[in-house]
């Protein structure tokens, strides 16, 4: 056993034992927490060595599955004290190799903590604890008349947990925001051990630093979170859509200028472009338009009148562009969730196309939006791949994906080359390295490019303050 060490942190003294093996590891786990929670098996390692994120791989040397705030801390001051790395996961959705254990340690998987404790229609918010998914909770509180707003590509899967701990963006964030716009408390281990509070039920509370938004986004390196209160909306009595297809993005970038411009704040604003289209028809068979160079998908939702009229002006101002080649109007529920589906199912549909698909996120000024993609089409002649690009239109968040042959190693070498280049061109059109996945691993390579010597130094600052033992997620952002 390592010599006994003192280590001071902000709440006083407390004695640790240094770093543990793995068999010590599971074995003083397992009898703090019982065996039922604790896993240290092959199967289940190799489960929790990878997320969403190709090309990141590494394995823990436990996992272990809380059910309660208690056990959470217990764990927390454990891994302090025989300095653990502790890897925070929800589903492991994430596209930023954000939850891969790259430097070992207990996987903190939080999927047993999968409550709704409330849901108060007249206050209009909902208390959860982090492993409930977001489509279970936009649903139950949508019997209530609400609407719970971040809307991920990975809704049906990805937890609570993991849109706060990344602030999950989604198809209605140029209408409604992404997730930080509707955390108003969290309930909080620390690096440390110690179990804080912030924010609470209120619109209005302006007491102190507004730690709550510092840890929305903050990946797991600042704090465990093991309840959340959330902002709901009231949920929308109708919806309608439209898709509009152009002869290439710059035409369609033009329509989104103008429908922005005229004053509308649509609920979907989206685009595609051809290597997409062609993809998500070969997939998906919606009779999409496969010799459009781009596709704009447009709808919203209020009240009936309200929509009727605003879809209709957004019809009338794509068709007027220069470049349109058609307009169609979803005539049903079932006509809109197709085309909600055709953007829905664009990574899907592109990974078809290889044996490894490489999502990434960057966002930009929108009126830069079609020069920025005339340029990735450049990066991908250049090292002779294939990428398809989609996003939000509105906000200008893209999606390029690469898809190539995993076992393709000069491939894969070029592909990193490119998507190098993609960020550095986010960089130059004034933009970010990420607009929605989050930094991880998968980014942080590019992350003093965007913040800089001096913002990295305070984000250091800033995890030593909440986990002074830097056990939580470390390597990645502030560590």
Known sequence: MPLLCVTFFSGGLIATMGKVDSQTLLTQLTSLLGSEIVKGDVVSLEAYSHDATPLFRGLAEVIVSPRNTAEVAEIVRYAGRTQTPIIPRGAGSNLCAATVPLNGGIVLNMVNMNSILEISKSEMIAVVQPGVTNLHLDTEVGKEGLMFVPDPGSRSVSTVGGNVATSAGGLRGLKYGTTKNYILGLEVVLG??????????????????????????????LGVFTEITAALVSRPQASRYGVGYFEDLASASDAVERIISSGILPSTLEFLDNTC?????????????????????????????????????????????????????????????????????????????????????????????????????????????QIGTFGHAGDGNLHPTIVLDKDDEAGVRKAESAMAEIFALALEMGGTITGEHGVGSAKLPYLEARLGTTQIALQRAIKFAFDPYGILNPGRLGS
């Not at 924010?199 to 390196?221: F, M, N, P, Q």
């Not at 160079?293 to 101002?317: K, N, Q, Y």
């Not at 592109?350 to 020069?371: C, F, K, N, Q, Y």
């Open 192 to 221: 440390s051990g110690e179990v804080i509070r912030t924010g609470g039920r209120l619109a209005k509370d302006v007491a102190g630093y507004d730690i709550t938004r510092l840890l929305v986004g903050s990946e797991g390196t």
């Open 277 to 385: 289209i062609v993809a998500v028809e070969g997939f998906a068979h919606l009779g999409l338009d496969v010799n459009a160079g781009a596709l704009l998908l447009f709808g919203d939702h209020g009240d009936t009148a309200f929509v009727e009229s605003t879809v209709d002006r957004m019809a009338h101002i794509a068709r007027d562009v220069v470049g349109c080649r058609e307009v169609t109007l979803a005539e049903n529920v079932a006509a809109a969730e197709a085309l909600l589906y055709a953007r829905r199912c664009s990574l899907p549909a592109l990974a078809r196309l290889g044996t490894l698909s490489i999502l990434e996120d960057i966002a930009v000024p929108r009126h830069l939006m079609a020069r920025t993609v005339q340029r990735i089409e450049a990066i991908a002649e250049k090292y002779s791949l």
